[in-house]
């Protein structure tokens, strides 16, 4: 059963603080049907934040079902955004049990405000559960959504030197030759957060892949890199 005072308490709240004319450009910004009440961001997460911590979940199955709840449910983006900030609770860490929240949340969130959302929790369950969630990161970098593969390229943001660069390699390989805007964005995305811990392994990918790399990807990959002559990032040695 999902909490309901929680559920109760984040609806009002962010009712409360609707800004009507900041939702509307938040909405055409999004390009999203469902409608924005103009909350930012970091109020979402402080309202989900106090709701939890008000009314504490009793179990790990409760938190899962509260955040379902709040997904389906929401009218509002906001409500989507809190039930993603709730996965982020200490009790949900590294539980595998997660695993088809997320997916529901890529497969029916299709945008990539929500389905980035879950990319830090993604990455903390695949430092805790490698075994069981490689295979499933490289089924979904072959999915026939494109927002599974951009999830599957986007899972180690957050991973650092705990990176699988074999892993990041090939659920990149795998879509190199990809058209789609927000799949050459978010291999750029990966190898440059990546760049940022081994930059010599970025630098060497992108020269070895450069002729199937896009341009964007290339040249995000490299957007904060410089060659040893001291120049811009987008230039190999």
Same mark, same amino acid.
């Given at each position: 059963m999902a909490n309901?005072?929680?559920? #109760?308490?984040? $609806? *009002?709240?962010?009712?409360?603080?609707?800004?009507?004319?900041?939702?509307a450009a938040a909405q055409a910004y999004l390009k999203s049907s469902m409608p924005s009440l103009g909350v930012?961001?970091?109020?979402?997460?402080?309202?989900?934040?106090?709701?939890?911590?008000?009314?504490?979940?009793?179990?790990? #199955?409760?938190? $899962? *079902?509260?955040?379902l709840d709040l997904w389906r449910g929401a009218e509002f983006r906001e409500e989507r955004y809190a039930a993603i900030d709730l996965t982020g609770l200490r009790m949900a860490a590294g539980d595998l049990r997660m695993l088809p929240l997320y997916e529901e949340i890529i497969r029916t969130g299709a945008s990539w405000d929500l389905v980035d959302g879950v990319a830090h929790r993604i990455c903390a369950l695949l430092q805790e559960h490698r075994q069981e969630l490689t295979p499933v990161l490289l089924t979904w970098s072959s999915h026939e959504d494109f927002w599974f593969r951009r999830a599957s390229i986007t899972a180690q943001l957050a991973a650092k030197s705990s990176t699988d660069t074999a892993l990041l390699a090939r659920v990149i390989e795998t879509n190199m030759g990809d058209k789609e805007f927000f799949i050459r964005k978010a291999i750029g995305w990966s190898l440059r957060e990546y760049a940022k811990t081994d930059p010599d392994w970025v630098?060497?990918?992108?020269?070895?892949?450069?002729?199937?790399?896009?341009?964007?990807?290339?040249?995000?990959?490299?957007?904060n890199l410089r060659s040893d002559d001291g120049t811009g990032g987008d230039r190999l040695v």
């Open positions: 309901e005072e929680v559920l #109760a308490a984040i $609806r *009002a709240s962010l009712r409360s603080l609707r800004d009507p004319v900041r939702g930012r961001v970091p109020e979402v997460r402080r309202i989900a934040r106090t709701a939890a911590a008000n009314h504490p979940f009793g179990s790990a #199955a409760e938190l $899962r *079902a509260t955040v630098r060497d990918f992108v020269k070895h892949h450069d002729r199937s790399l896009s341009p964007l990807s290339r040249r995000e990959a490299l957007k």
